[in-house]
């Protein structure tokens, strides 16, 4: 019989040594081999309709077409935000979002070489009663 109880955390949330785990039941079964054996013999053919697609006439889909490849081989781009943030409310809210923009990964590569940062205002507004 498994444990049952909650876990045990600290003041910030995290899981406390000997605590049960989150997961009892474990990870989840692997693709049984037969299926990963036919998803691997389809593999050279759907790299071939990718190939036929980057090199299509509509546009729209050869852009999706180069857009998977480079996702593929080079990883998705990471976005970046900046914020100012000027707070009235609870302390809390803006440790988290200063905690938040410390944890942003820097861009580099081609992200890196834009004009000028996109900004977004997120100027809290107060809604008449």
Known sequence: MQDTTKPKRDARGRLLPGSPPNN???RPPALPAE???RLDNLAEEAVEV???TLRSEDEKLAFAAAQEILNRAYGRPVMQAKLDVTA???A???AAMIAMTQKATPVIGLLAEQDEPKVIDVTPVEKAP
């Open 50 to 52: 990718v190939r036929r």
């Open 88 to 90: 009235n409310g609870p």
């Open 24 to 26: 009892p039941k474990g």
């Open 92 to 94: 809390s809210h803006l």
């Open 35 to 37: 299926v990963r054996q």
